[in-house]
């Protein structure tokens, strides 16, 4: 079956033919046509983009090996031992999936992505993180994830996360064990399927993900890995015996897990990762 070219690349093409000088050899003409002719067929939307290293731990450490430890598993670097090695980690997973994505958004047309448009991610209940932070009053720096600045593998402020009742998943709440809604969080498709966008609300620190921020998901669009960049502008304090919010500033970079059985070789017992709206 014969490929189907756009009719604009059909014209380009005749154009181009036309204003060539005469004297190239028809060898050379071929060669350009055949450029074209490429180059129509990717226009027509007929490639499918997939991202398939995007949608497991497996593909992740092939793009960024560093993400496999010595047993041949995948493990994040920790960030109070490894503070290089966690920053490189992060950055390449981040920068990944920018090519990815570039890539993916120039083998397709618009009305091809418009029209295949796929359910955004969901996420379980349970999360883990590791991640670097630091904090100012405007007078000190401190870091906000106990004495230190990093933290690993304790329980993520994600943890309690579950869809909003009535909203098709379109949005979703962290809620805690004493009932309290600490943040709320939206995830928004790419043109990857393993691959969304995401945005965070938080209640009593002004916190929100900034962009590039990523959620991984597998191929039935379970979310497994969130690469994110985090500010918080507020700190709660206590005023007269009320809660206020007060001026303040706080930047963290972080990797996000589902904490699944697979995963469970990074979890910890560190009770300082910071509680982003908790």
């Known amino acids: 079956m014969r490929s189907q070219r756009a009719p604009g690349a059909r014209l380009a093409l005749a154009w181009l033919i036309m204003k060539l000088d005469r004297r190239i050899p028809l060898v050379g003409l071929a060669v350009v046509a055949l450029t074209a002719a490429t180059v129509s067929c990717s226009d027509s939307g007929s490639v499918t983009p997939t991202g398939d290293n995007l949608c497991s731990p497996d593909g992740l450490m092939t ?11 995948f493990e994040i670097p920790n960030p109070t031992t490894d ?117 965070l609300a938080t209640t009593n620190t002004a916190g929100t993900w900034m962009p590039p921020t990523y959620a991984l998901g597998d191929e039935d669009g379970n979310a497994y890995l969130i690469v994110d960049l ?27 897990w589902a904490d699944t059985p697979e995963m469970s070789h990074m979890a910890t017992d560190a009770a300082s990762s910071h509680q982003h709206g908790g």
């Open 63 to 73: 793009l960024v090996p560093e993400l496999q430890n010595a047993d041949g598993d």
């Open 230 to 256: 985090c500010v918080d502008l507020a700190k709660p304090r206590k005023i007269d015996k009320k809660s206020v919010l007060a001026p303040g500033a706080e930047l963290f970079t972080a990797i996000q």
């Open 83 to 199: 503070l290089e090695g966690f920053l490189k980690v992060q950055q390449g997973l981040t920068t990944a999936i920018d090519v990815d994505l570039v890539k993916a958004s120039v083998e397709v047309t618009a009305q091809s992505a418009a029209a295949n448009v796929t359910p955004a991610m969901t996420f379980q209940k349970e999360w883990r993180s590791a991640e670097i932070g630091v904090s100012t009053n405007g007078s000190t720096v401190s870091f906000p994830d106990g004495a230190g600045m990093a933290s690993y593998g304790g329980e993520s402020f994600l943890s309690g996360v579950e869809p909003v009742q009535g909203s098709s998943n379109a949005f979703f709440q962290v809620t805690k064990p004493d009932g309290t809604i600490s943040a709320l969080v939206s995830a928004a498709p790419t043109v990857l399927p393993c691959v969304n966008r995401l945005t």
